[in-house]
């Protein structure tokens, strides 16, 4: 399975937006972490603006990077700049690091609610045409293993 790392500094807004999204379009697919440099705790106007699309993610948790230290992840993908630099080798040693700048998390942060509706379409939309695309990627990957594992088995038999 597809271990996908959200990555941002508090992990209270964007991060959550980011995995409630990931979760819902990867569609039990790929297991979605999210986790902060610095976490603080979830900002409720995120819980509410997520519900408004129909993604509850009330039960979610602000987890430390460090907490994810044992899992071998796929993807991390990095909300807010310079945050790629800051990632533990130990966390992020095999994981593509994809770099996703939002620019406006400062007032995400300040619980603007304009910022959050303009914020959930644009991390919606880039949450949607990742998992799209990687997931294709990955199933296309996996058939053609298939495939050469069978033209295998055939021409052992032959």
């Known amino acids: ?17 980011a995995h409630g999204f990931m979760d819902y379009f990867t569609n039990e697919r790929a297991q979605i972490y999210s986790a902060g440099l610095e976490p603080q705790e979830i900002n409720t106007t995120v819980i509410d603006s997520m519900d408004v699309v129909g993604i509850d993610i009330s039960d979610y948790s602000s987890n430390h990077i ?3 230290k044992k899992i071998p992840f796929d993807y991390i993908i990095t909300l807010g700049e310079n945050i790629a630099s800051r990632i533990p080798h ?3 040693n095999k994981a593509s690091i994809i770099e996703f700048p939002i620019s406006n998390i400062e007032e995400l942060n300040n619980g ?19 998992i799209e695309s990687e997931l294709k990627k990955i199933e296309k990957t996996k058939a053609i293993k298939k495939v050469k594992k069978k033209l ?4 052992k038999q032959d």
């Open 90 to 92: 130990s966390i992020s």
């Open 66 to 68: 460090d907490d994810y």
């Open 1 to 17: 399975m597809l271990h996908i790392l959200v990555l941002s500094i508090s992990n209270a807004t964007a991060g959550q937006m």
């Open 112 to 130: 603007d609610e304009g910022a959050f509706a303009k914020a959930r379409k644009i991390i919606q939309a880039y949450c949607e045409e990742f």
């Open 152 to 155: 295998k088995k055939n021409k």
